[in-house]
């Protein structure tokens, strides 16, 4: 009895953990086809800010590039503290299917050829705990994410986008601690670019 009351917390815990390995990582996961002119597709993330499959990002961008034949509006989204690309309400929260609807909604509006990329990470590490439990964490784990392997992911985002159409459009939105993600991934990019032409002399765009 004793031993079962020391090892009642670690079953606890254990059992209370979100997936750490992914959720979408086969190709019929990976992309998402919404409407006829609307798609989607995923990029995961794990906890030490490493991508868990570089075939996942190649399926991704040979996506944007196949989506390219006409303009084409790319809106890469970074999901935030306790969701997760799970699609489940109790293990990742409802972001996902948020972001499906958001997506559908924008290709209506604009009457665009749309793609969304869901960047996703384990912006939710517990999934039966009180919210605020690991919120500091997480909070260190939008940080690592948002090291090389974030930057590197959105920077072949972007430059898949570009180099197959200039008149594509892209659009990168962090919410909560995909903010914090996003801040990190890109600001050295966009610091070293503005010191890059200021050594040279041009003119800063804003």
């Known amino acids: 009895m004793r031993a079962l009351l020391y090892l009642l917390p670690f079953l606890i815990l254990n059992s209370a953990c979100t997936r750490s390995s ?15 002119k609307i798609s989607l597709g995923h990029v995961e993330i794990d906890d030490q800010g490493e991508l868990i499959s570089f075939d996942q990002l190649k399926r991704v961008t040979a996506k944007i590039k196949a989506e390219s034949t006409e303009p084409l509006l790319l809106v890469v989204y970074t999901h935030g503290w306790n969701h997760n690309a799970s699609g489940r309400w109790i293990t990742g929260n ?15 509006a604009s009457g665009q050829k749309t793609m969304g990329v869901f960047v996703s990470w384990r912006g939710r590490s517990l999934a039966t705990f ?33 180099g197959a159409n200039p008149e594509n459009r892209i659009v990168m939105v962090g919410h909560s601690l995909g903010g914090a993600v996003l801040e990190s991934a890109m600001a050295e990019a966009i610091s070293a670019r503005v010191a890059m032409d200021s050594a040279r002399g041009r003119k800063l765009k804003r």
């Not at 409802?94 to 209506?108: A, E, S, V, W, Y």
């Open 22 to 36: 992914g959720y979408r990582q086969s190709p019929g996961l990976t992309l998402e086809k919404l409407a006829p």
């Open 130 to 162: 009180p919210v605020g439990v690991d919120y500091f964490h997480r909070h260190a784990a939008a940080r690592r994410v948002g090291g090389v392997a974030g930057t590197e992911v959105l920077h072949e985002l972007g430059a898949a986008a570009r």
């Open 94 to 108: 409802d972001d996902l299917n948020d972001f499906r609807n958001m997506l559908k909604n924008l290709g209506k």
